[in-house]
């Protein structure tokens, strides 16, 4: 909005209160008159049918289905590159029902998976958003195959599921499916715009949102560069603009705890801004405390780094985390985020120093582990040939953690973990070197809390839980689906089922009709 349409819209909203004054009798100016001074029509730089802010799973999903259903999409990005945090997530998505499962023999419903995401989100789910992100993990699995996502051929089995569920892109990265859909959003004519930042929502008189102030050609994180613009959406605008994990401040007004001693798994975009705004016009933000620590992480290597990968496949399946001053496990490996991130948290010496736990596994139990090289390129993830050479490492007692291991494989040959509980489905014996190990602390890595939508995928009114009329909002941009946890492997499901009912409901409402400049 130019400074000229400010003025003017200031005029316009004075005016109103003057109608207001003058109608109670304690105005001077006649109603008459003042009814009689027309509010300008908005003009609009560039109009589009639906408009979508954010280039992750959720964007990019909103997108091309609301492609597919005919409509004019524009996508818009602050950043640089397309993607943000979906790029270098892990690629791993929780299907309900998925053909993998059904040839490993795996029996698996959207009731389980349903039960599954309540437990870990200590019951605080929005229900009928969870049911709506289950029930479309199959189908959803399925389109993003059409598209070109191709999957690692086993299931895995991450941490709170009750059973494998979760399938894993060959790549091992978000970008599996981040570049097939924009290449897809691309060939479809979708109009991609990076370095393009949202400033503000534009409402009609009748508080309706017509579109956004932008900035173009933006310079992430100075925050006066580019052009401003106003750009028009005649169906409506979707919000798929994340969490704000790397906005430590905002974290810090939900979590005073999250302070910059905790580094973040996140880009450096996944900021506040975009919540805030929508929030000004009247959502309803829910769940802003519950901000999720990815206990998968290493303290010896910045972001989501190659320890990630390796204990989400091999050391968490496969292996055993122990504290260093002991030897010995103290928490369930496939107990949920929320859970182990909270144990490992726990390690900590008399100043309150964090004493890094170590999690390893064997040669067998890393088979599968894609970063492993990687790791032990940069010093991340350590080899040990015996496990006196691990407990050397490390500086653990020997004796304690050669007690461990063995009370551990006796429990894998009984099928039961009796100290924590375990799940023990992909639990394997750890009888022979070599050894992979690496420090754990965890990180900043998912906001659970967002803005209120219903199953439509429409942002609701702080006052009245009426939808905000033209405003849809999908993915971690929303708040509700996870509670208190989200599982691994939930963001992807969410994300893409979310997105393309946001995209499936915007296309297909009212087109408005808009004025170009």
């Given at each position: 909005?130019?400074?000229?349409?400010?003025?003017?819209?200031?005029?316009?909203?004075?005016?109103?209160?003057?109608?207001?004054?003058?109608?109670?009798?304690?105005?001077?100016?006649?109603?008459s008159a003042v009814a009689a001074e027309k509010a300008a029509p908005q003009v609009f730089?560039?109009?589009?049918?639906?408009?979508?802010?954010?280039?992750?799973?959720?964007?990019?999903?909103?997108?091309?289905?609301?492609?597919?259903?005919?409509?004019?999409?524009?996508?818009?990005?602050?950043?640089?590159?397309?993607?943000?945090?979906?790029?270098?997530?892990?690629?791993?998505?929780?299907?309900?029902?998925?053909?993998?499962?059904?040839?490993?023999?795996?029996?698996?419903?959207?009731?389980?998976?349903?039960?599954?995401?309540?437990?870990?989100?200590?019951?605080?789910?929005?229900?009928?958003?969870?049911?709506?992100?289950?029930?479309?993990?199959?189908?959803?699995?399925?389109?993003?195959?059409?598209?070109?996502?191709?999957?690692?051929?086993?299931?895995?089995?991450?941490?709170?599921?009750?059973?494998?569920?979760?399938?894993?892109?060959?790549?091992?990265?978000?970008?599996?499916?981040?570049?097939?859909?924009?290449?897809?959003?691309?060939?479809?004519?979708?109009?991609?715009?990076?370095?393009?930042?949202?400033?503000?929502?534009?409402?009609?008189?009748?508080?309706?949102?017509?579109?956004?102030?932008?900035?173009?050609?933006?310079?992430?994180?100075?925050?006066?560069?580019?052009?401003?613009?106003?750009?028009?959406?005649?169906?409506?605008?979707?919000?798929?603009?994340?969490?704000?994990?790397?906005?430590?401040?905002?974290?810090?007004?939900?979590?005073?705890?999250?302070?910059?001693?905790?580094?973040?798994?996140?880009?450096?975009?996944?900021?506040?801004?975009?919540?805030?705004?929508?929030?000004?016009?009247?959502?309803?933000?829910?769940?802003?405390?519950?901000?999720?620590?990815?206990?998968?992480?290493?303290?010896?290597?910045?972001?989501?780094?190659?320890?990630?990968?390796?204990?989400?496949?091999?050391?968490?399946?496969?292996?055993?985390?122990?504290?260093?001053r002991t030897g010995e496990r103290f928490f369930n490996e496939l107990a949920d985020r929320?859970?182990?991130?909270?144990?490992?948290?726990?390690?900590?010496?008399?100043?309150?120093?964090?004493?890094?736990?170590?999690?390893?596994?064997?040669?067998?139990?890393?088979?599968?582990?894609?970063?492993?090289?990687?790791?032990?390129?940069?010093?991340?993830?350590?080899?040990?040939?015996?496990?006196?050479?691990?407990?050397?490492?490390?500086?653990?007692?020997?004796?304690?953690?050669?007690?461990?291991?063995?009370?551990?494989?006796?429990?894998?040959?009984?099928?039961?973990?009796?100290?924590?509980?375990?799940?023990?489905?992909?639990?394997?014996?750890?009888?022979?070197?070599?050894?992979?190990?690496?420090?754990?602390?965890?990180?900043?890595?998912?906001?659970?809390?967002?803005?209120?939508?219903?199953?439509r995928s429409e942002v609701l009114h702080l006052v009245t839980n009426e939808p905000i009329?033209?405003?849809?909002?999908?993915?971690?941009?929303?708040?509700?689906?996870?509670?208190?946890?989200?599982?691994?492997?939930?963001?992807?499901?969410?994300?893409?089922?979310?997105?393309?009912?946001?995209?499936?409901?915007?296309?297909?409402?009212?087109?408005?009709?808009?004025?170009?400049?």
């Amino acid at each position: 909005m130019t400074e000229k349409q400010q003025i003017s819209q200031s005029r316009r909203a004075l005016l109103k209160g003057s109608v207001a004054m003058a109608a109670t009798g304690f105005g001077i100016t006649s109603v008459s008159a003042v009814a009689a001074e027309k509010a300008a029509p908005q003009v609009f730089d560039e109009v589009a049918d639906v408009i979508v802010v954010g280039s992750g799973f959720a964007g990019m999903s909103a997108a091309l289905q609301a492609r597919e259903a005919g409509a004019n999409v524009m996508v818009i990005d602050k950043m640089p590159v397309f993607g943000g945090n979906s790029t270098i997530n892990g690629g791993a998505m929780a299907v309900a029902g998925s053909p993998l499962q059904k040839e490993a023999g795996i029996k698996d419903n959207v009731d389980v998976m349903v039960s599954d995401m309540l437990k870990a989100g200590r019951g605080m789910n929005d229900v009928e958003m969870l049911k709506l992100v289950c029930n479309g993990t199959a189908e959803s699995c399925a389109w993003l195959m059409d598209y070109g996502v191709k999957w690692k051929p086993f299931v895995q089995h991450f941490g709170g599921h009750s059973i494998q569920r979760v399938l894993q892109t060959v790549e091992s990265s978000g970008a599996g499916i981040i570049r097939p859909l924009i290449k897809a959003a691309r060939g479809k004519g979708i109009d991609m715009r990076n370095q393009v930042k949202m400033e503000s929502f534009i409402q009609d008189d009748n508080g309706r949102v017509i579109g956004l102030q932008v900035r173009e050609n933006y310079y992430f994180p100075r925050e006066k560069t580019g052009q401003l613009r106003t750009y028009g959406a005649r169906k409506g605008i979707i919000m798929a603009t994340g969490g704000f994990s790397r906005d430590i401040e905002y974290r810090m007004m939900q979590l005073p705890q999250l302070n910059s001693d905790l580094d973040s798994t996140n880009h450096p975009g996944a900021t506040s801004e975009a919540l805030k705004q929508m929030m000004l016009i009247g959502a309803n933000p829910i769940h802003l405390d519950q901000i999720q620590l990815g206990p998968w992480a290493s303290p010896d290597e910045k972001g989501f780094g190659t320890a990630s990968q390796f204990n989400t496949i091999a050391t968490y399946p496969h292996g055993i985390v122990v504290d260093v001053r002991t030897g010995e496990r103290f928490f369930n490996e496939l107990a949920d985020r929320k859970a182990r991130a909270d144990a490992i948290m726990t390690r900590r010496d008399e100043q309150h120093h964090p004493v890094y736990p170590v999690g390893f596994t064997n040669a067998e139990g890393a088979a599968k582990a894609q970063t492993l090289a990687w790791g032990m390129k940069y010093n991340v993830i350590k080899k040990a040939d015996t496990l006196e050479q691990l407990a050397k490492l490390y500086g653990m007692p020997a004796d304690k953690l050669q007690a461990q291991v063995a009370r551990w494989n006796d429990a894998v040959k009984s099928g039961e973990d009796k100290e924590f509980g375990r799940p023990m489905q992909e639990a394997i014996v750890l009888e022979q070197g070599p050894w992979y190990a690496v420090r754990m602390w965890p990180k900043v890595h998912y906001c659970m809390g967002g803005v209120k939508v219903n199953t439509r995928s429409e942002v609701l009114h702080l006052v009245t839980n009426e939808p905000i009329p033209g405003l849809y909002a999908a993915g971690e941009a929303t708040g509700g689906v996870h509670g208190a946890s989200r599982l691994g492997a939930c963001a992807v499901a969410e994300g893409v089922v979310t997105g393309r009912n946001a995209g499936r409901v915007c296309a297909a409402s009212e087109s408005i009709r808009l004025i170009l400049a």
